[in-house]
């Protein structure tokens, strides 16, 4: 009993940060400056923010799932 039961191991641990990390590189891909009332900016809509941003969270979401569902190898029973 020396050792407590998780209901995670160590790696999906380590999936889960990755996939937190994709997550806000998402996130921080999304980002920039918008457009104001008196001076539109065209680049509210570049194929970073429309396109590859939310596919890069989306991505990002898929992994954390692949993390909390990956079962962890037991070596030692």
């Known amino acids: 009993m020396s050792k407590?039961?998780?209901a995670f191991g160590r790696m999906n641990y380590i999936?889960?940060?990755?996939g937190m990390a994709v997550i806000v590189?998402?996130?921080?891909l999304?980002?920039?400056?918008?457009s104001s009332e008196t001076?539109?900016?065209p680049d509210i809509f570049?194929?970073?923010r429309i396109k590859v941003a939310p596919a890069v969270c989306f991505l990002?979401?898929?992994f954390m799932v692949?993390?909390?569902m990956h079962k962890p190898k037991n070596t030692k029973e």
Not at 15 to 18: M, P, V
Not at 25 to 28: A, H, K, N, Q, V
Not at 30 to 34: A, I, K, P, Q, V
């Open 66 to 68: 692949y993390g909390i």
């Open 60 to 62: 990002g979401f898929i």
């Open 46 to 48: 570049s194929v970073r």
């Open 39 to 41: 001076a539109f900016n």
């Open 4 to 6: 407590r039961d998780f």
């Open 15 to 18: 999936l889960l940060a990755i």
């Open 25 to 28: 590189l998402g996130f921080i």
């Open 30 to 34: 999304m980002s920039g400056s918008g």
